[in-house]
């Protein structure tokens, strides 16, 4: 989230790049586009029971494939195996299946749907995980890892059929990798990664440009859920609370991960949706969908314990501000991982266009990338260091900043939290964490931007302090400045 109005992601890994020349890619009429300038961008569509998954799939195809694009689905791989004829109950046979009478899912450490009570030949895949947790379970156990096995294979098909392709490409999964984590405990989940060698960074950050978390309507649009027309859907609103719960923080980490819930009605939330892809693609879609989501930052006090946070996911963050072509674009690198395993970035800034916020071009780099590009250091700009804490609340997606040394004195103990929300008010009041002391709210305030944040000169005599125009202070993605949110009795 540094310091995004627009943000455009080029997934596309150069071999060797040339300075100064990661450029937007465009769209022909005829949708075709050169080697040079083609995109494959790869999402993940996740979420609770009942959250639109399956219409926001078709919404998505429909419009990028009017675009020119062309639009694959990948198919949810538990379904399609399960659908083969396998049954969770068959993988456990040394237990005796519960009764209607003694089964109570709250005292499960990983809830199932209530149709395993009944029906033991239901081919579920949040059941097959459930077995998989079970002591005896290892048949469930090993199902499952080659179940993520053979996701893997199927998505890379797909991948290649997406770089293969002479027009740009969308990629939409139905649930990524990171899913089956919500399902089995921890320490299996461990070990299952420790003995495939997968780590969560290429897994989670590396593997997918952006996951888009539609949450269940048994959270804020009660009266519209319904488990009529899903064949394995029999989850309680309760229930289905607690698997969205689960389904996101799965998540919890990505770079780009965005919460689409319902706090609009739901042909608004399917345009948020699609907006919030265009607005990662950095596609101009003028007044066909109305921008509503906005990017807020706001300065904390202090950091409180650990142990008042929900589940987070911390990462060491590197950032290298890079000689750009001209006083207007701003260049960055980003280095972002956990355990020495890491993703890399390239941003470019570029003025307004068309009246819109600047927009921000993000390209996905390799290692040998990055360090070629970091030759174009620019020294008059500190590394930044920070530790970023991500982690969910009230279904919002928050990144907390921490700054680190070595740096510039005035970075010294800040620490900046930054979201993604189209509410406004009380509405979003009440959903921020009680938890942090916010001082006051920052966006758009210059003195808090990155770029003069690292600045090596004092802002008093570089002619480098960057100020934002009075039509982008205050407001991003074409949204109206709203008056900043005040907490905390400030």
Request: net charge positive; with cysteine.
């Given at each position: 989230?540094?310091?995004?109005?627009?943000?455009?992601?080029?997934?596309?890994?150069?071999?060797?790049?040339?300075?100064?020349?990661?450029?937007?890619?465009?769209?022909?009429?005829m949708g075709s586009v050169s080697s040079k300038d083609k995109r494959v961008y790869k999402i993940v569509l996740t979420g609770?029971?009942?959250?639109?998954?399956?219409?926001?799939?078709?919404?998505?195809?429909?419009?990028?494939?009017?675009?020119?694009?062309?639009?694959?689905?990948?198919?949810?791989?538990?379904?399609?195996?399960?659908?083969?004829?396998?049954?969770?109950?068959?993988?456990?046979?040394?237990?005796?299946?519960?009764?209607?009478?003694?089964?109570?899912?709250?005292?499960?450490?990983?809830?199932?749907?209530?149709?395993?009570?009944?029906?033991?030949?239901?081919?579920?895949?949040?059941?097959?995980?459930?077995?998989?947790?079970?002591?005896?379970?290892?048949?469930?156990?090993?199902?499952?890892?080659?179940?993520?096995?053979?996701?893997?294979?199927?998505?890379?098909?797909?991948?290649?059929?997406?770089?293969?392709?002479?027009?740009?490409?969308?990629?939409?999964?139905?649930?990524?990798?990171?899913?089956?984590?919500?399902?089995?405990?921890?320490?299996?989940?461990?070990?299952?990664?420790?003995?495939?060698?997968?780590?969560?960074?290429?897994?989670?950050?590396?593997?997918?440009?952006?996951?888009?978390?539609?949450?269940?309507?048994?959270?804020?649009?009660?009266?519209?859920?319904?488990?009529?027309?899903?064949?394995?859907?029999?989850?309680?609103?309760?229930?289905?609370?607690?698997?969205?719960?689960?389904?996101?923080?799965?998540?919890?980490?990505?770079?780009?991960?965005?919460?689409?819930?319902?706090?609009?009605?739901?042909?608004?939330?399917?345009?948020?949706?699609?907006?919030?892809?265009?607005?990662?693609?950095?596609?101009?879609?003028?007044?066909?969908?109305?921008?509503?989501?906005?990017?807020?930052?706001?300065?904390?006090?202090?950091?409180?314990?650990?142990?008042?946070?929900?589940?987070?996911?911390?990462?060491?963050?590197?950032?290298?501000?890079l000689q750009s072509a001209g006083p207007k674009v701003q260049a960055r690198l980003r280095k972002r991982g956990q355990k020495?395993?890491?993703?890399?970035?390239?941003?470019?800034r570029r003025p307004n266009v068309h009246g819109q916020a600047r927009i921000e071009v993000k390209t996905q780099l390799t290692?040998?990338?990055?360090?070629?590009?970091?030759?174009?250091?620019?020294?008059?700009?500190?590394?930044?260091?920070?530790?970023?804490?991500?982690?969910?609340?009230?279904?919002?997606?928050?990144?907390?900043?921490?700054?680190?040394?070595?740096?510039?004195?005035?970075?010294?103990?800040?620490?900046?939290?930054?979201?993604?929300?189209?509410?406004?008010?009380?509405?979003?009041?009440?959903?921020?964490?009680?938890?942090?002391?916010?001082?006051?709210?920052?966006?758009?305030?210059?003195?808090?931007?990155?770029?003069?944040?690292?600045?090596?000169?004092?802002?008093?005599?570089?002619?480098?302090?960057?100020?934002?125009?009075?039509?982008?202070?205050?407001?991003?993605?074409?949204?109206?400045?709203?008056?900043?949110?005040?907490?905390?009795?400030?």
């Amino acid at each position: 989230m540094e310091e995004e109005a627009g943000v455009a992601m080029d997934n596309n890994k150069s071999t060797s790049p040339k300075p100064n020349a990661i450029n937007s890619l465009k769209l022909t009429k005829m949708g075709s586009v050169s080697s040079k300038d083609k995109r494959v961008y790869k999402i993940v569509l996740t979420g609770g029971p009942c959250g639109g998954k399956t219409t926001g799939q078709s919404r998505l195809c429909t419009f990028f494939e009017n675009l020119g694009w062309k639009v694959f689905r990948v198919p949810e791989t538990a379904t399609v195996l399960l659908s083969g004829g396998v049954k969770f109950s068959d993988l456990t046979e040394k237990e005796d299946p519960p009764t209607p009478t003694t089964y109570v899912y709250k005292d499960l450490p990983f809830a199932a749907p209530e149709h395993s009570i009944i029906d033991l030949t239901a081919s579920c895949p949040r059941c097959l995980a459930k077995a998989a947790s079970k002591p005896n379970g290892s048949e469930a156990y090993k199902f499952q890892e080659n179940l993520i096995r053979t996701m893997v294979q199927i998505e890379n098909t797909y991948f290649e059929l997406g770089n293969s392709s002479t027009r740009n490409c969308l990629i939409i999964c139905d649930r990524g990798v990171m899913d089956a984590s919500a399902y089995i405990s921890k320490d299996k989940w461990e070990k299952m990664m420790a003995g495939n060698k997968w780590n969560p960074v290429e897994m989670r950050d590396n593997r997918y440009n952006q996951i888009l978390h539609l949450v269940s309507a048994a959270n804020g649009a009660e009266d519209f859920y319904s488990t009529e027309d899903h064949a394995c859907r029999s989850e309680g609103v309760e229930l289905a609370r607690e698997l969205d719960y689960k389904s996101a923080a799965a998540w919890v980490g990505h770079p780009y991960f965005d919460v689409i819930d319902n706090s609009t009605n739901f042909e608004t939330k399917m345009n948020r949706m699609i907006e919030s892809v265009c607005q990662k693609l950095g596609i101009d879609i003028g007044d066909r969908l109305q921008a509503t989501s906005r990017k807020l930052k706001y300065l904390i006090a202090t950091l409180p314990p650990d142990s008042e946070f929900p589940p987070f996911q911390d990462f060491d963050v590197v950032h290298h501000y890079l000689q750009s072509a001209g006083p207007k674009v701003q260049a960055r690198l980003r280095k972002r991982g956990q355990k020495n395993h890491w993703s890399y970035i390239h941003t470019q800034r570029r003025p307004n266009v068309h009246g819109q916020a600047r927009i921000e071009v993000k390209t996905q780099l390799t290692h040998r990338d990055y360090m070629n590009l970091l030759a174009q250091r620019d020294d008059a700009h500190f590394t930044i260091y920070k530790k970023r804490r991500c982690f969910l609340i009230n279904n919002q997606y928050f990144q907390l900043d921490i700054y680190r040394e070595p740096g510039h004195p005035r970075c010294k103990g800040l620490v900046l939290l930054e979201t993604y929300s189209s509410l406004t008010g009380d509405a979003l009041k009440n959903c921020m964490p009680k938890f942090l002391n916010i001082v006051k709210e920052v966006t758009g305030d210059p003195d808090y931007s990155m770029f003069n944040l690292s600045l090596k000169e004092d802002w008093s005599t570089t002619k480098k302090y960057c100020r934002p125009t009075s039509h982008a202070r205050g407001a991003t993605n074409g949204v109206t400045s709203t008056p900043p949110l005040v907490l905390n009795g400030q």
